[in-house]
């Protein structure tokens, strides 16, 4: 579980899921040599895998290749079955910061052999959130700035105009599979400028009107206890 500080409070995330989508970003999809996707790609992350501001990110001992991936992360306040585009807004409470973390080498095996992702998007510390949830009602997401820096270089910008499906139409075709929970999660994909991370790494990410969050990275065998 993770508490982020939202309106006055504090909100503690508990997803019965993480829904991720791929390619949801042309300029992302071309750097990956990938076709932009005729109808949303999703694929699960375990909630296990959240982390929070404070936490650092964990480099496994079993990838050779971690990598960034920055994205908007939708919070859903009310469950959601079949729910059409025009009314999907009503069943968000608010947004954040996920950071998809990638193990790309075990991802490129998978997608070589026709394999699931979960093993290189499941990882535990691979979904840093933060640094806040902001009410949906306070921000309009169609034209946010998105970006990330690491160790104060910059590394991904984006705009989140720049996705290929909005987040209405994520909302109706996932709700239209899967029924979504209060607290469920949806990374609506990243930008382009995806890239390894290195033990001591210092990763600063940002949505305009969300604000900035930092994690570190760790290598797995750094770690003592
Ligand atoms: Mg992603």
Redesign the pocket.
């Known amino acids: 579980m993770v508490r982020l500080p939202f309106r006055d409070t504090y909100y503690d995330l508990r997803p019965t899921k993480i829904i991720?989508?791929?390619k949801?970003y042309a300029e992302?999809a071309k750097e990956m040599e990938s076709d932009v996707p005729e109808k949303p790609i999703i694929f699960l992350k375990p909630p296990s895998a959240l982390i929070g501001p404070g936490e650092p990110i964990i480099l496994p001992r079993m990838s050779k290749r971690v990598d960034h991936?920055v994205?908007l992360a939708v919070i859903i306040g009310k469950r959601a079955k079949r729910v059409p585009a025009e009314k999907a807004m009503d069943h968000v409470l608010g947004y954040t910061i996920l950071l998809?973390i990638?193990a790309r080498d075990l991802q490129a095996e998978a997608r070589e052999k026709g394999l699931p992702w979960s093993l290189s998007?499941g990882f535990d510390t691979f979904a840093p959130v933060g640094p806040r949830v902001v009410d949906r009602r306070e921000l309009d997401i169609s034209n946010l700035e998105i970006g990330l820096k690491v160790n104060g270089e910059l590394r991904q910008l984006g705009c989140t105009s720049q996705m290929v499906f909005t987040v209405p139409e994520i909302i109706e075709y996932v709700s239209s599979v899967m029924t979504l929970e209060p607290g469920d999660i949806i990374?609506t994909?990243?930008p382009a400028g995806?890239g390894p991370l290195r033990h001591g790494d210092k990763v600063e990410a940002w949505i305009e009107g969300i604000g900035k969050v930092e994690f570190d990275v760790l290598s797995e065998g750094s770690i003592l206890c």
Do not use: P, R
Request: hydrophobic letters at 35%; charged letters at 30%.
């Open positions: 991720a989508l791929a949801n992302h991936e994205e998809d990638t998007k990374a994909g990243t995806v």
